[in-house]
């Protein structure tokens, strides 16, 4: 399926080529995607489907003055070239009608070409429904989503360039008669049967703690573990213009005083931007390339920046190939020493807290977030497990959370696939450990 959708992709691409007119300039990327999601609901199949799809998306451009759109392609040329060439002339008409744009950026360097096919196992649907069944777990919902994402890119200065990669991601929670849920996932592109059902029954073994009775806690500090999915959430937040070279110059990044060498993380704290193991394209929108790393945060100092196109050439700096938002789409955080296995007997006293949400920035210039706690967050006394705790709100700063009071982070790592599904399977992901905080602090 890849060949053929990278075959059709270039012919026509081609074709298109042949209508340009003078010193006209193009450039196009393909979004494409061929995936089956199933869809559960207490314990059961409640819908299936499959969904194939293309788009197009070109940018025409004379000059410094460009104009872009998309186009949703059939994949038949008789079909998709007479609407091609109908966009090109629609934005023949916008682009002539628009300024200059000064930060205009697009790789004119054919040498730039590439291929890359991942390779990968994904489940059957029918091996996930067996497994969900055996489970016993009920009152499980989610959904599965399944199947190859691929991004294309040509342009009339004769780069081409292929990416096609396989995953899965089965997201779900298991809700229990008091209205409490454990929520888990599962994601990755070689499947294991084994996995999911350990999975599968840890979620069941969770749902057992928090059904015990709430316990409340009062605000305070407290030493709190947060388990790899908490993590991601947590850095969901600090990306949004946290690692960009725009962000930093422009003074709104909340890692300001990280990237000014006024403050650091704690030096077990190393960050990267892994595009060689995730899902996205080693490639963006305008051609740039992607190296397979970028280093942002080396032993806790600040060690580099996610760059676009467009930044590299307003604050005169080299293009690493980063999306317009200058945001991770692969992020990577290095493993500590500590065992996730026996986390609570390492906690000792304190919480444990599987998942955050509702966050937001509390006070960006310090690097200060705040949300609450959600679904499985249980208190440990003395090493053990005692049940649940009511939903907290948290406030605190990344400076202290990961940099003073980082007492460290585990071995294991999940490799976490957004699950996001909006028009299209989403291909941002995050490698990263657990982390074990003291002094974290709850509001109420």
């Not at 780069?159 to 899965?168: E, G, I, K, Y």
């Not at 945001?327 to 996730?340: I, K």
């Not at 948290?394 to 294991?412: C, H, P, W």
Request: aromatic letters at 8%.
């Amino acid at each position: 399926m890849a060949l053929e959708e990278r075959d059709y992709f270039f012919s026509l691409g081609q074709r298109m080529l042949e209508g340009l007119a003078g010193d006209e300039a193009v450039t196009c990327q393909l979004r494409a995607e061929s995936s089956s999601f199933v869809r559960f609901n207490r314990g059961r199949v409640g819908q299936g489907g499959e969904v194939r799809q293309r788009q197009l998306e070109l940018d025409l451009i004379r000059g410094s003055r460009h104009a872009s759109g998309s186009v949703n392609l059939v994949g038949s040329l008789e079909q998709d070239l007479p609407t091609l060439r109908a966009t090109l002339d629609t934005l023949r008409e916008m682009r002539d009608a628009v300024g200059e744009d000064p930060h205009l950026a697009y790789n004119t360097d054919a040498a730039a070409s590439s291929e890359t096919e991942h390779g990968g196992e994904l489940p059957r649907a029918e091996a996930v429904m067996d497994a969900v069944r055996r489970s016993g777990d009920a009152d499980l919902v989610g959904v599965l989503a399944s199947g190859e994402v691929q991004r294309g890119f040509l342009s009339s200065f004769g780069q081409r360039n292929w990416h096609s990669a396989p995953s899965f991601n089965f997201d779900w929670s298991v809700f229990s008669g008091n209205e409490t849920a454990v929520k888990s996932g599962y994601a990755g592109n070689r499947w294991r049967a084994g996995e999911l059902e350990t999975r599968l029954r840890k979620s069941r073994d969770d749902l057992a703690i928090v059904q015990r009775p709430a316990r409340a806690v009062e605000p305070g500090r407290y030493r709190v573990y947060l388990a790899p999915a908490a993590m991601e959430e947590l850095f969901s937040i600090l990306s949004w213009d946290g690692f960009g070279l725009r962000g930093w110059k422009t003074r709104i990044s909340p890692f300001v005083r990280l990237h000014d060498g006024a403050a650091q993380l704690a030096e077990s704290v190393t960050l990267s931007e892994n595009i060689e193991d995730g899902v996205a394209a080693p490639f963006e929108r305008s051609g740039f390339a992607r190296p397979p790393r970028v280093a942002l945060v080396e032993r806790g100092v600040s060690s580099g920046h996610l760059i676009s196109p467009r930044s590299a050439r307003e604050f005169d700096a080299a293009t690493n190939g980063a999306n317009a938002n200058e945001s991770p789409e692969s992020l990577d955080m290095a493993p500590g020493d500590l065992d996730a296995e026996r986390i609570a007997e390492t906690l000792h006293s304190g919480l444990l807290v599987s998942n955050l949400w509702y966050l937001n920035f509390s006070d960006r210039q310090a690097c200060r977030t705040t949300g609450m706690t959600r679904f499985a967050t249980v208190a440990v006394e003395n090493g053990r497990v005692v049940g649940p705790v009511r939903t907290m709100r948290f406030d605190d700063s990344a400076y202290r959370a990961l940099g003073e009071n980082l007492v460290g982070l585990t071995q294991q790592r999940d490799w976490i696939l957004s699950a996001d599904t909006y028009e299209w399977r989403s291909t941002r992901s995050a490698r990263l450990p657990g982390a074990l905080i003291d002094d974290f602090t709850l509001t109420l």
